[in-house]
Protein backbone atom coordinates (compact mmCIF):
# COMPACT_ATOMS: atom_id res chain seq x y z
CA UNK A 1 0.00 0.00 0.00
CA UNK A 2 1.81 3.25 -1.30
CA UNK A 3 1.80 6.16 1.36
CA UNK A 4 -0.15 9.06 0.58
CA UNK A 5 1.85 11.41 -0.66
CA UNK A 6 2.17 14.70 1.70
CA UNK A 7 0.69 17.88 -0.01
CA UNK A 8 3.14 20.82 -0.49
CA UNK A 9 3.90 23.22 1.82
CA UNK A 10 2.63 26.46 1.94
CA UNK A 11 4.69 29.40 0.04
CA UNK A 12 6.10 31.44 2.69
CA UNK A 13 3.63 34.80 2.82
CA UNK A 14 4.84 38.50 3.27
CA UNK A 15 2.37 40.09 6.19
CA UNK A 16 2.04 43.72 7.51
CA UNK A 17 1.03 44.81 10.50
CA UNK A 18 0.87 48.39 12.27
CA UNK A 19 -0.11 50.52 14.77
CA UNK A 20 0.48 53.28 17.10
CA UNK A 21 3.60 53.97 19.74
CA UNK A 22 5.45 56.85 21.00
CA UNK A 23 3.31 59.75 19.22
CA UNK A 24 4.43 58.05 16.16
CA UNK A 25 3.77 55.41 14.46
CA UNK A 26 5.27 51.44 13.93
CA UNK A 27 5.02 48.82 10.84
CA UNK A 28 6.08 45.19 10.80
CA UNK A 29 6.34 43.23 7.30
CA UNK A 30 7.25 39.94 8.08
CA UNK A 31 7.63 35.94 7.26
CA UNK A 32 5.45 34.36 10.13
CA UNK A 33 5.87 30.73 10.96
CA UNK A 34 1.99 29.31 9.94
CA UNK A 35 1.46 28.92 14.05
CA UNK A 36 1.73 32.42 14.52
CA UNK A 37 -1.46 34.39 13.67
CA UNK A 38 -1.16 37.67 12.99
CA UNK A 39 -3.57 38.92 16.06
CA UNK A 40 -1.12 37.35 18.15
CA UNK A 41 1.61 38.81 16.40
CA UNK A 42 0.10 42.80 16.50
CA UNK A 43 -0.33 41.79 20.37
CA UNK A 44 2.82 40.75 20.84
CA UNK A 45 4.61 43.88 18.96
CA UNK A 46 2.47 45.99 20.63
CA UNK A 47 3.02 44.92 24.07
CA UNK A 48 6.67 45.23 23.71
CA UNK A 49 6.27 49.05 22.35
CA UNK A 50 3.97 49.37 25.01
CA UNK A 51 6.60 48.59 27.71
CA UNK A 52 8.84 50.68 26.49
CA UNK A 53 6.76 53.43 26.37
CA UNK A 54 5.27 53.24 29.18
CA UNK A 55 8.57 53.23 30.96
CA UNK A 56 10.76 55.90 29.17
CA UNK A 57 7.92 58.34 27.77
CA UNK A 58 8.61 62.22 29.46
CA UNK A 59 4.96 62.54 28.22
CA UNK A 60 3.57 60.18 30.40
CA UNK A 61 4.28 61.60 34.38
CA UNK A 62 3.60 57.88 35.33
CA UNK A 63 6.40 56.42 33.47
CA UNK A 64 9.77 55.38 35.11
CA UNK A 65 11.85 57.89 33.81
CA UNK A 66 9.41 60.70 34.12
CA UNK A 67 9.26 59.72 37.83
CA UNK A 68 13.45 59.72 37.97
CA UNK A 69 13.08 63.10 36.26
CA UNK A 70 11.10 64.55 39.48
CA UNK A 71 12.43 62.76 41.89
CA UNK A 72 13.98 64.82 45.18
CA UNK A 73 17.51 65.71 44.79
CA UNK A 74 20.02 63.36 46.44
CA UNK A 75 18.26 60.52 46.20
CA UNK A 76 18.57 56.91 44.13
CA UNK A 77 15.71 55.86 42.06
CA UNK A 78 15.30 52.40 41.25
CA UNK A 79 14.98 51.52 37.58
CA UNK A 80 13.12 48.80 35.95
CA UNK A 81 15.79 46.64 33.66
CA UNK A 82 14.77 47.67 30.47
CA UNK A 83 14.96 51.88 31.63
CA UNK A 84 18.43 50.70 33.07
CA UNK A 85 19.84 49.04 30.58
CA UNK A 86 18.84 52.53 27.92
CA UNK A 87 20.39 54.60 30.30
CA UNK A 88 23.46 52.73 30.31
CA UNK A 89 24.00 52.55 26.60
CA UNK A 90 23.09 56.80 26.93
CA UNK A 91 25.57 57.61 29.38
CA UNK A 92 28.58 55.28 27.81
CA UNK A 93 27.90 57.11 24.31
CA UNK A 94 27.77 60.78 26.29
CA UNK A 95 31.55 59.68 28.19
CA UNK A 96 32.61 58.53 24.70
CA UNK A 97 31.85 61.53 22.82
CA UNK A 98 32.71 63.99 25.48
CA UNK A 99 29.39 65.48 25.62
CA UNK A 100 28.37 65.84 22.01
CA UNK A 101 25.51 63.20 23.09
CA UNK A 102 24.40 64.04 26.45
CA UNK A 103 20.48 62.35 27.32
CA UNK A 104 19.99 65.12 30.36
CA UNK A 105 19.76 67.67 27.46
CA UNK A 106 16.22 67.72 27.96
CA UNK A 107 15.67 70.90 30.05
CA UNK A 108 17.40 72.65 26.70
CA UNK A 109 14.79 71.02 24.25
CA UNK A 110 11.89 72.09 26.29
CA UNK A 111 13.23 75.82 26.50
CA UNK A 112 14.05 75.32 23.01
CA UNK A 113 10.17 74.54 22.07
CA UNK A 114 10.81 71.19 20.78
CA UNK A 115 9.52 68.84 24.14
CA UNK A 116 6.38 68.53 25.99
CA UNK A 117 5.67 72.07 26.72
CA UNK A 118 5.00 72.68 23.12
CA UNK A 119 6.76 74.86 20.38
CA UNK A 120 7.99 78.64 20.16
CA UNK A 121 8.09 81.39 17.68
CA UNK A 122 11.82 82.57 18.89
CA UNK A 123 14.67 81.87 20.62
CA UNK A 124 15.21 82.02 24.64
CA UNK A 125 16.64 84.48 26.12
CA UNK A 126 20.37 83.96 27.12
CA UNK A 127 19.84 83.68 30.63
CA UNK A 128 16.61 81.28 30.46
CA UNK A 129 19.54 79.29 28.07
CA UNK A 130 22.26 79.45 30.82
CA UNK A 131 19.86 78.24 33.80
CA UNK A 132 18.80 75.39 31.76
CA UNK A 133 22.25 74.36 31.00
CA UNK A 134 22.98 74.42 34.76
CA UNK A 135 20.33 71.66 35.02
CA UNK A 136 22.44 69.52 32.64
CA UNK A 137 25.43 67.43 32.60
CA UNK A 138 25.62 63.33 32.07
CA UNK A 139 28.31 63.31 34.72
CA UNK A 140 25.92 64.17 37.36
CA UNK A 141 24.00 61.20 37.01
CA UNK A 142 25.28 57.77 39.49
CA UNK A 143 24.45 54.28 38.39
CA UNK A 144 24.23 51.00 40.33
CA UNK A 145 24.40 48.06 38.44
CA UNK A 146 24.40 45.58 40.94
CA UNK A 147 21.05 47.43 42.37
CA UNK A 148 19.27 48.49 39.42
CA UNK A 149 19.57 52.53 40.95
CA UNK A 150 20.15 55.63 39.49
CA UNK A 151 21.31 58.63 41.31
CA UNK A 152 19.33 61.82 40.78
CA UNK A 153 21.14 64.51 41.70
CA UNK A 154 18.56 67.28 41.41
CA UNK A 155 17.58 69.14 38.53
CA UNK A 156 18.37 66.44 35.98
CA UNK A 157 15.92 66.20 33.17
CA UNK A 158 16.70 62.64 31.17
CA UNK A 159 15.30 62.68 27.55
CA UNK A 160 15.75 59.38 25.89
CA UNK A 161 13.83 60.34 22.53
CA UNK A 162 17.33 59.70 20.48
CA UNK A 163 17.60 56.23 22.10
CA UNK A 164 14.13 54.58 23.28
CA UNK A 165 12.71 53.85 19.31
CA UNK A 166 16.04 52.06 18.40
CA UNK A 167 15.62 50.25 21.64
CA UNK A 168 12.29 49.32 20.77
CA UNK A 169 12.75 48.44 17.12
CA UNK A 170 15.79 45.83 19.32
CA UNK A 171 12.92 44.85 21.20
CA UNK A 172 10.48 44.08 18.34
CA UNK A 173 12.82 42.02 16.06
CA UNK A 174 13.83 40.22 19.42
CA UNK A 175 10.30 38.94 19.85
CA UNK A 176 9.81 38.08 15.85
CA UNK A 177 12.55 36.39 16.23
CA UNK A 178 11.56 34.09 19.57
CA UNK A 179 7.98 34.01 17.97
CA UNK A 180 9.36 31.80 15.16
CA UNK A 181 9.33 34.77 12.25
CA UNK A 182 12.58 33.98 9.48
CA UNK A 183 12.25 37.37 8.04
CA UNK A 184 10.71 41.14 8.89
CA UNK A 185 11.44 44.71 8.52
CA UNK A 186 10.99 46.85 12.04
CA UNK A 187 9.74 50.58 11.87
CA UNK A 188 9.15 52.50 14.73
CA UNK A 189 9.11 56.04 13.78
CA UNK A 190 11.29 56.04 10.99
CA UNK A 191 14.15 53.47 12.70
CA UNK A 192 14.53 50.37 10.92
CA UNK A 193 15.90 47.30 11.29
CA UNK A 194 15.74 43.97 9.13
CA UNK A 195 16.41 40.34 9.37
CA UNK A 196 16.76 37.48 6.36
CA UNK A 197 15.31 38.35 3.15
CA UNK A 198 12.13 38.88 1.70
CA UNK A 199 9.86 35.42 0.45
CA UNK A 200 10.92 36.18 -3.16
CA UNK A 201 14.69 35.94 -2.06
CA UNK A 202 14.99 39.59 -2.73
CA UNK A 203 16.77 41.88 0.33
CA UNK A 204 14.96 44.67 2.02
CA UNK A 205 15.54 47.57 0.65
CA UNK A 206 15.02 51.04 2.61
CA UNK A 207 15.36 54.51 0.63
CA UNK A 208 16.78 57.37 2.86
CA UNK A 209 14.76 60.48 2.18
CA UNK A 210 15.32 63.62 1.01
CA UNK A 211 15.71 66.43 3.63
CA UNK A 212 13.36 68.35 1.23
CA UNK A 213 10.49 65.96 0.40
CA UNK A 214 7.19 66.37 1.22
CA UNK A 215 6.34 65.97 4.65
CA UNK A 216 4.56 62.48 5.11
CA UNK A 217 5.30 59.25 3.20
CA UNK A 218 8.08 59.16 0.23
CA UNK A 219 6.16 58.26 -3.04
CA UNK A 220 8.83 58.96 -6.21
CA UNK A 221 12.31 57.70 -6.46
CA UNK A 222 13.26 61.45 -6.74
CA UNK A 223 12.34 62.11 -3.29
CA UNK A 224 15.25 59.76 -1.98
CA UNK A 225 18.63 59.89 -1.91
CA UNK A 226 20.12 56.83 -1.82
CA UNK A 227 18.56 53.65 -1.19
CA UNK A 228 20.59 50.42 0.80
CA UNK A 229 20.30 47.06 1.46
CA UNK A 230 19.43 46.07 4.84
CA UNK A 231 19.79 42.68 5.80
CA UNK A 232 20.97 41.77 9.72
CA UNK A 233 20.99 45.11 10.55
CA UNK A 234 19.59 48.51 11.36
CA UNK A 235 19.61 51.94 9.82
CA UNK A 236 18.41 55.64 11.21
CA UNK A 237 18.03 59.12 9.51
CA UNK A 238 18.41 62.06 11.93
CA UNK A 239 17.55 65.00 10.03
CA UNK A 240 16.76 69.15 10.66
CA UNK A 241 14.03 69.79 8.49
CA UNK A 242 11.42 68.21 10.45
CA UNK A 243 10.89 69.89 13.54
CA UNK A 244 12.11 73.65 13.27
CA UNK A 245 11.64 77.24 13.80
CA UNK A 246 12.30 80.27 12.03
CA UNK A 247 12.84 83.77 13.87
CA UNK A 248 14.36 86.84 11.27
CA UNK A 249 15.50 84.61 8.92
CA UNK A 250 17.32 81.90 11.28
CA UNK A 251 16.17 78.56 11.17
CA UNK A 252 16.59 76.86 14.46
CA UNK A 253 16.29 73.16 14.44
CA UNK A 254 15.72 70.77 17.16
CA UNK A 255 19.14 69.06 17.60
CA UNK A 256 20.79 71.08 20.62
CA UNK A 257 24.17 70.77 21.36
CA UNK A 258 24.87 70.28 25.12
CA UNK A 259 27.73 71.97 25.17
CA UNK A 260 26.46 75.25 23.81
CA UNK A 261 22.57 75.36 24.86
CA UNK A 262 21.85 75.97 21.04
CA UNK A 263 20.88 74.56 18.19
CA UNK A 264 23.62 73.02 15.82
CA UNK A 265 25.14 75.89 13.57
CA UNK A 266 26.26 73.99 10.79
CA UNK A 267 25.11 72.81 7.29
CA UNK A 268 24.05 69.08 8.41
CA UNK A 269 20.95 68.56 7.11
CA UNK A 270 20.36 64.82 8.03
CA UNK A 271 22.86 61.98 9.18
CA UNK A 272 22.10 58.49 8.52
CA UNK A 273 23.59 55.58 10.37
CA UNK A 274 23.99 52.00 9.32
CA UNK A 275 24.84 49.49 12.35
CA UNK A 276 24.08 46.00 13.70
CA UNK A 277 21.64 47.29 16.47
CA UNK A 278 18.71 50.05 15.92
CA UNK A 279 20.09 51.08 19.56
CA UNK A 280 23.45 51.93 18.50
CA UNK A 281 22.36 53.75 15.06
CA UNK A 282 19.36 55.68 16.62
CA UNK A 283 21.32 57.96 18.99
CA UNK A 284 24.30 58.58 17.05
CA UNK A 285 22.34 59.91 14.27
CA UNK A 286 21.71 62.64 17.18
CA UNK A 287 25.41 62.66 18.06
CA UNK A 288 26.80 62.87 14.66
CA UNK A 289 24.66 65.96 13.82
CA UNK A 290 25.65 67.94 16.75
CA UNK A 291 29.40 66.75 15.92
CA UNK A 292 29.64 68.35 12.20
CA UNK A 293 30.80 67.05 9.38
CA UNK A 294 34.65 67.11 9.72
CA UNK A 295 34.13 66.15 12.96
CA UNK A 296 31.87 63.53 13.15
CA UNK A 297 33.04 61.51 9.79
CA UNK A 298 36.49 61.56 11.66
CA UNK A 299 34.25 59.71 14.87
CA UNK A 300 32.83 57.54 12.38
CA UNK A 301 36.11 56.82 10.47
CA UNK A 302 37.22 55.99 14.21
CA UNK A 303 34.98 53.88 15.61
CA UNK A 304 34.32 51.76 11.70
CA UNK A 305 30.85 53.10 11.63
CA UNK A 306 28.79 53.00 8.71
CA UNK A 307 27.65 57.41 8.04
CA UNK A 308 25.84 59.01 5.60
CA UNK A 309 26.13 63.39 5.43
CA UNK A 310 23.96 65.34 3.35
CA UNK A 311 25.03 68.78 3.60
CA UNK A 312 23.40 72.19 2.55
CA UNK A 313 25.26 74.28 -0.08
CA UNK A 314 24.72 76.49 -2.35
CA UNK A 315 24.78 74.09 -4.99
CA UNK A 316 22.14 72.04 -3.55
CA UNK A 317 22.72 69.29 -1.29
CA UNK A 318 26.36 67.29 -0.84
CA UNK A 319 27.30 63.36 -0.04
CA UNK A 320 29.67 63.40 2.79
CA UNK A 321 30.35 59.13 3.84
CA UNK A 322 32.78 57.07 5.89
CA UNK A 323 34.62 54.08 4.34
CA UNK A 324 32.29 51.74 6.12
CA UNK A 325 29.21 53.58 4.05
CA UNK A 326 30.56 53.17 0.73
CA UNK A 327 31.49 49.53 0.89
CA UNK A 328 28.11 48.84 2.56
CA UNK A 329 26.73 50.11 -0.97
CA UNK A 330 28.42 47.72 -2.50
CA UNK A 331 26.67 44.74 -4.39
Known amino acids: METPAMPPAAPPVLRNLHGLTMGTTWS???????????????????????????QMSTYKPASALSQYNTAPAGTWQSLPAELFAVFERALALARDTGGAYDPTVGPLVELWGFGPGGARREPPPPAAIAAARSRAGWWRIGLDAATRLAYQPG??????????????????????????????????GGELKARGAKPDGTPWRVGIERPDAAAGEVERADQLTRVVTLRDRAIATSGDYRRRFTDGGQAY???????????????????????????????????????????????????????????????????????????????
Open 28 to 54: VRLVAPPALSMEAAQRGVQVELDLVDG
Open 155 to 188: GIYVDLSSIAKGYAVDRVGRWLDAAGATAWLVEV
Open 253 to 331: AHHIDPRSGHPVPHAVASVSVLAGEAIQADPLGTTLTVLGPERGLAYAEEHGLAVLFLLRGDRGFEERMSSAFAAALEP
